[in-house]
């Protein structure tokens, strides 16, 4: 497998999880969304990715883009260890916590919204997370064991942990989050988190490794 990763993009950062959960080794292929005015928008990643988004995955002879698409894809193809539940109710848990960072947080303060706000940028951003951090922080003490969903790593944790590093990246305050600090704590001293975090890839900036 090939991975076409940002050190810091928290989508790659996900599927940096999956890989290593799953014990998948792969060659990574650093794109800079900074530098060249946007290396994603070259025309060979354009080729490989239409969306011009990281990350994007070539295996098993094709192409995936979407970091929860590739996620499904390596559980189906990788069962173990699972990253969706057997019960149901547990499982369209992990989906709908999933969906709500996906699609509810983090693309509201990604990189191409924030080039647009100009100066409030960061402002933005903070209110951005903050606002879906307190629905969060409501539905994960229903549902949180040591992990988002019980006691077991799942796609919920995958995408929680790249964005409470955004969150800390933005200045948000996490004090009246303390579930998904708490959550976030016992994630990051799992192995598979710890070598696919942003300040230990190939690509990051001397200045910011751990």
């Not at 900074?34 to 990350?55: R, T």
């Not at 960072?101 to 903050?130: D, F, H, R, T, Y």
């Not at 019980?150 to 305050?173: I, T, W």
Request: charged share 20%; glycine share 4%; with cysteine.
């Amino acid at each position: 497998p090939v991975l076409y990763s940002y050190f810091r993009s928290s989508c790659s950062w996900r599927v940096r999880i999956a890989l290593a959960l799953k014990g998948i080794s792969y060659d990574l292929v650093p794109v800079n969304l900074i530098k060249d005015g946007g290396q994603q928008f070259s025309p060979e990643f354009k080729a490989l990715n239409p969306m011009q988004q990281v990350p994007a995955l070539k295996i098993d002879g094709i192409t995936l883009s979407q970091s929860l698409a590739i996620i499904h894809y390596l559980e189906e193809t990788h069962p173990n260890p699972r990253l969706l539940p057997e019960d149901p109710k547990k499982r369209a848990q992990v989906r709908m916590i999933a969906d709500h960072i996906v699609s509810g947080i983090q693309p509201l303060q990604n990189l191409s919204i924030l080039k647009q706000m100009g100066e409030k940028k960061m402002e933005w951003a903070q209110n951005c997370i903050a606002s879906g951090f307190q629905a969060l922080e409501q539905i994960l003490q229903h549902t949180a064991g040591r992990y988002c969903v019980g006691d077991e790593v799942s796609m919920a944790d995958l995408c929680l942990a790249p964005q409470v590093a955004n969150a800390e990246r933005f200045k948000v305050d996490m004090g009246p989050y303390p579930t998904i600090t708490r959550i976030n704590k016992a994630l990051l001293e799992l192995e598979a988190f710890k070598i696919s975090h942003p300040s230990r890839q190939p690509d990051t900036p001397a200045e910011l490794r751990a």
